[in-house]
């Protein structure tokens, strides 16, 4: 895996402007902030953003990756300034399950999620090396 960011660019905080893998593709649909048996334990947005990375890597351990294989993820959030809010504790949250592993991220916000009581929606694609 090989983290692509142009050195004249400002260094990116928390993620990567690109990354080129080769390999086996796991690609993990939009998780929720929903436990194993599909409730809603919060409906903080840092606690929800913290299951949704949970949820993600017991996916992608599902498919023999780990975290460390995630190239790329996207964020889906209701409320703009909330994530930007939570910044810090989202951050150490992230750190916690994902670790110090940075892919390429795309955070949008939306008017809508599917499920009513979500505050967020994540979505990753890994790259087991060949």
Do not use: C
């Amino acid at each position: 895996m090989e983290f692509l960011n142009p050195p004249a660019w400002p260094r990116p905080r928390g993620y990567s402007n690109g990354v080129a893998a080769r390999g086996r593709i796991v690609s993990v649909s939009g998780m929720v902030g929903w436990d194993a048996s599909g409730r809603f334990v919060t409906d903080d947005f840092v606690g929800q953003a913290r299951q949704a990375l949970e949820n993600i890597v017991a996916v992608l351990r599902e498919g023999g990756a780990g975290p460390e294989h995630i190239v790329r993820m996207t964020w889906y959030v209701l409320d703009k300034r909330e994530y930007l809010d939570a910044a810090s504790s989202l951050g150490a949250a992230y750190r916690e399950v994902i670790g110090r592993h940075y892919p390429a991220m795309s955070a949008v916000q939306v008017a809508g999620l599917m499920e009513d009581q979500a505050r967020v929606e994540i979505e990753a694609t890994a790259v087991i090396p060949e």
